[in-house]
């Protein structure tokens, strides 16, 4: 579609495409989706865009590319495996093999039209109990790891979560245990019990400093296997471009993790904007708003003019 429009591009290989004549600024976008879940074919009705990654971030993309048809005066990046591991990013790498250097990146994530900035860092951890096996009729021959784990997650679940202001932001420190497993038979009282937990840390702390305060929350209470790290993004505090973008949109911390965290260890500055809505990610009936989309295209518009 761009090729024949007449626009520039740049095939990066493994996935990533540049499309556009060279811009301080630039639009980026990952074209990936999470798994289908019966919302294949998409559909169109009078007020939305229903289908699989409509909101997270196909309808992002469509914007993308109407710009780059129009001439708009931006770069635009289009990436894959956004939604895999970050150790399977084909950002990353891209970052490190190509002189990318853009004043300012827009990351068209989800954020309903507002300017979210930053991002939060990711931890995923797999937390051990071990104990002794015994049978169940004699418990105090064992030494039951599912109540060691039980123990230990009931002392997480009384956190509160934990309020970080970063460049006038406040973004909330949370932990969740988000699976379990544990058990032999029914009549066997277990040796050994895991729950996989998540951490969201804030902008600020190193990814080092988010393992070490991951550590001193479970002490005590099994051992702690950190499984992947994606660092927080940090607010792009006094950048021209950002401050002219977020003139009369909303502007909040994103309490999530985005790919501006990749762009920030690469010592770009990158914020989110798109029109998808957060709470429509991922959804089975996931879909996006035309006049969101419409809204998108004027705004970015304007900023490129």
């Known amino acids: ?129 071990s104990g002794r096996a015994g049978h169940s009729a004699r418990p105090w021959d064992g030494d039951n790891a599912i109540h060691k784990a039980a123990r230990g997650i009931a002392r997480l679940a009384e956190l509160e979560p934990e309020e970080h202001d970063f460049g006038g932001l406040k973004f909330y420190e949370v932990i969740s245990a988000t699976m379990i497993e544990g058990g032999i038979a029914t009549n066997v009282v277990p040796d050994r019990a895991t729950a996989q937990l998540n951490y969201r840390y804030a902008p600020g702390r190193s990814p080092e400093e988010a393992e070490a305060r991951l550590a001193e929350l479970t002490a005590g209470h099994g051992a702690i296997e950190v499984t992947s790290n994606s660092p927080s993004g940090p607010v792009p505090l006094g950048n021209p471009h950002a401050e002219r973008l977020q003139q009369g949109l909303e502007v909040a911390p994103k309490q999530a993790w985005t790919p501006v965290a990749e762009f920030g260890r690469a010592g770009i500055d990158a914020i989110n904007f798109g029109p998808g809505e957060p709470a429509q990610a991922h959804r089975r009936d996931e879909s996006v708003r035309i006049d969101a989309l419409v809204r998108a295209y004027r705004v970015l518009e304007a900023f490129a003019a």
């Open 1 to 129: 579609v761009l090729h024949a429009g007449g626009v520039t591009l740049r095939d990066l290989g493994d996935t990533c495409v540049l499309a556009g004549p060279g811009s301080p600024v630039l639009l980026a976008g990952h074209l990936d989706t999470v798994p289908a879940q019966g919302n294949r074919p998409g559909r169109i009705d009078d007020e939305r865009v229903h289908g699989l990654g409509a909101s997270d971030m196909k309808g992002a993309v469509a914007v993308m590319l109407e710009l780059a048809l129009a001439g708009a005066r931006f770069d635009c990046l289009f990436f894959g495996r956004e939604e895999l591991p970050a150790a399977e990013s084909a950002l990353t790498p891209l970052l490190a093999r190509e002189p990318l250097s853009p004043e300012l990146v827009v990351m068209m994530e989800p954020t309903d039209n507002a300017v979210h900035a930053g991002c939060l860092g990711n931890i995923n951890a797999t937390w051990t109990f």
